[in-house]
T-cell receptor, first 113, second 115 residues
């Protein structure tokens, strides 16, 4: 089956620092990758996505990097704020099954003032 | 758009009772997903539909779980009979393949407690 995992289950950073959350996937046929943020008591919310024909994509304060050679995905958050505290999930498709995403276990990001 | 709507938000029931969770996807979305989230197992896909047709139900734990999608704007997940180990947060999500986009929009979830 599909395997998607994050390198660290927890990450603590100080407000204003940059955060990097890493994720590894197993299926080289994966074409679509996405990061979600889940705040306590809420459903996961879309942050940013990237397709396999790209190496980098930037949003507002967030950047996703994709390294297909080593099947690695990372989410970078610039100038981390207390409101960024949440669980972050990476997910990917399998390339052949349209619609379905495979989720990692999540990294709990805690931002200290 | 109101987003994905789930009801109820919280459900407490006794073991053996029937539980029905409801979901209204975003209008125009042709995919609907049911997930279960627990501390131990994380986010698990239970079943998903495309154009109201179940595509993959391999994540449904056992025969006690069933899901239906009678039309494009409504789906139910039923547990009968419920057991304490079914306690979890159940999420519904929807997406559209219209532009090859697979971003799933999640509802707020239903927190189920079976005592």
């Amino acid at each position: 089956g599909e395997s998607v995992g994050l390198h660290l289950p927890t990450l603590s950073v100080q407000e204003g620092d940059n955060s990097i959350i890493n994720c590894a996937y197993s299926n080289s046929a994966s074409d679509y990758f996405i990061w979600y943020k889940q705040e306590s008591g809420k459903g996961p919310q879309f942050i940013i996505d990237i397709r396999s024909n790209m190496d980098k994509r930037q949003g507002q304060r967030v950047t996703v990097l994709l390294n297909k050679t080593v099947k690695h995905l990372s989410l970078q958050i610039a100038a981390t704020q207390p409101g960024d505290s949440a669980v972050y999930f990476c997910a990917c498709d399998r390339g052949s099954t349209l619609g379905r995403l495979y989720f990692g276990r999540g990294t709990q990001l805690t931002v200290w003032p | 758009d109101a987003g994905v709507i789930q009801s109820p938000r919280h459900e407490v029931t006794e073991m053996g009772q029937e539980v029905t969770l409801r979901c209204k996807p975003i209008s125009g979305h042709d995919y609907l997903f049911w997930y279960r989230q627990t501390m131990m197992r994380g986010l698990e896909l239970l079943i998903y539909f495309n154009n109201n047709v179940p595509i993959d139900d391999s994540g449904m734990p056992e025969d006690r779980f069933s899901a239906k999608m009678p039309n494009a704007s409504f789906s139910t997940l039923k547990i009968q009979p419920s057991e304490p180990r079914d306690s979890a947060v159940y999420f519904c999500a929807s997406s559209t393949s219209g532009q090859g986009i697979q971003e799933q929009y999640f509802g707020p979830g239903t927190r189920l407690t079976v005592t």
